[in-house]
């Protein structure tokens, strides 16, 4: 049997919680190692991620019936581009305003969320932090079995900085350019909750570029994530100067 090496593409994964927040990992069938993972899988053509992610969750566990406590992205942006932008000239905003007009109600990508969320009406902006707060007792409760929960720092290696306008920025991701924007993904489930993070060097990638973790605990609990840190950095060896910078 040979076994076919398929490309990189996006993917999802699923964390999975019940009514007493106890996560659900599996072990593969086809894995001989003691391996223990999440529901996860890649973007089928024409899928977005919600879409991908409960077909992904049915092929895998036979799971049907679900709560998405939230799509944290979505908060994220529509909290933290208002507060970014406060302080911005009228011309800004006005920019953004006829941006907004254009826009195609099915555009998700990341620069129509920036968009969306710059020029948010207060009364939306009640209604997402509402939803931030019901995030934070979810939170709450997780909290009360885990002490963090570890993330990574971003969706890539360390890149280089770009000083373009933000829409003509790119980032490659597995070979190909995504929306420069989507760097700041994995920042979302912390800053959307007020939640405290600190992000620790763990390795390099292929290309010698650093890897980061990103470990997040409970609210005030700074000292909490710190102390892990430390933890991980004795581990890994802690941050090391690329060879190439040496």
């Avoid at 659900?24 to 069938?29: A, E, Q, T």
């Avoid at 305003?97 to 195609?104: I, P, R, S, V, Y």
């Avoid at 009360?144 to 900085?161: E, M, N």
């Amino acid at each position: 049997m040979v076994k076919q090496k398929l490309p990189l593409r996006t993917g999802v994964g699923i964390i999975v919680l019940n009514n007493q927040n106890k996560i659900f990992v599996g072990k593969r069938k086809d894995n001989p190692g003691n391996k223990w993972q999440m529901p996860q899988g890649g973007v089928d053509k024409g899928e977005d991620y919600i879409t991908a992610m409960k077909r992904e969750l049915l092929e895998e566990t036979s799971i049907q019936n679900i709560d998405i406590i939230k799509e944290i992205d979505k908060i994220f942006s529509q909290l933290l581009n208002p507060l970014m932008l406060a302080g911005s000239p009228q011309e800004t905003f006005e920019t953004l305003a006829k941006l907004n007009e254009g826009l195609d109600p099915n555009d998700m990508s990341e620069l129509a969320k920036v968009a969306r969320g710059s020029v948010l009406k207060h009364a939306d902006w009640v209604v997402v932090n509402a939803m931030r707060q019901n995030m934070r007792q979810k939170w709450r409760e997780f909290f009360k079995r885990y002490d963090v929960i570890l993330c990574p720092t971003s969706i890539t290696p360390a890149f280089k900085h770009n000083h373009n306008p933000v829409h003509e920025r790119k980032l490659t991701i597995n070979g190909k350019d995504d929306e420069y924007l989507r760097a700041t993904l994995w920042a979302g489930p912390a800053v959307s909750a007020g939640l405290p993070s600190t992000n620790v060097p763990i390795g390099m990638s292929s290309k010698n570029l650093p890897i980061g973790m990103q470990i997040t605990g409970p609210y005030l609990e700074d000292k909490t994530c710190i102390e892990v840190a430390k933890i991980v950095r004795d581990l890994r060896g802690g941050f090391k100067i690329p060879p190439n910078l040496q």
